[in-house]
């Protein structure tokens, strides 16, 4: 049970939550759609699906930066941002080269680093006003331990990148439900 006091929030915070939550996974599920139909090799479409993703989260997390008052967790969403546009370019080299362990690897790293700050964020927005934050603290749960099984793939004969597409529509799942659980929130109020 959280006994410290969440800050309030506003209408607009709430609202502008819960656009970027269900927006970002609306985006994470039609990209799965569309990396699962073209990931057999790493042509250009798939690399550019590949750069694109964390890109999505970047300017993600930039909008929802924008939206919460300055404080620890703006300065984390703000990281997450940067470590994911960073990401979206070794993601890009990495299928450029044509390894998919590789690209399994760097898509690993950022899912546990993801998985972490979604975690933090979710730990301190887990007020009541912002619906407990259920689906983004077992989102990012997830991501990081999927993440490190990612990376621990890397090792293997022949790494698989069907995983990523499944990664995607989780996190797509878990966000369209965290906007459900604000939204629920916002009209018992």
Known sequence: MNTTAAPPVST??????????LTRGVLAIAWAIAF?????TLDAIAVTLLVVYPLIDAVSS???QLAVPDGSERRLIALNGIV???????????????????VLGVFGSWAV??????????????GPTLGKQWPTLISGGLSFLVGATYIAQTT?????????AIYATGGGIFFIAQ?????WKHTRR
């Open 12 to 21: 607009s915070e709430r609202s502008s939550l819960i656009r970027l939550y």
């Open 36 to 40: 699962a139909a073209s990931h057999d």
């Open 156 to 164: 293997a004969d022949s790494p698989s990148l069907d995983v990523l």
């Open 84 to 102: 994911s546009a960073v990401i979206a370019v070794a993601l890009g080299f990495a299928g450029t080269v044509g390894n998919a362990a590789a």
């Open 62 to 64: 930039l909008l929802d």
């Open 113 to 126: 680093l993801s998985g972490a700050a979604q975690l933090i964020v979710g730990l301190a927005r887990r």
């Open 179 to 183: 906007a459900a659980l604000l939204a």
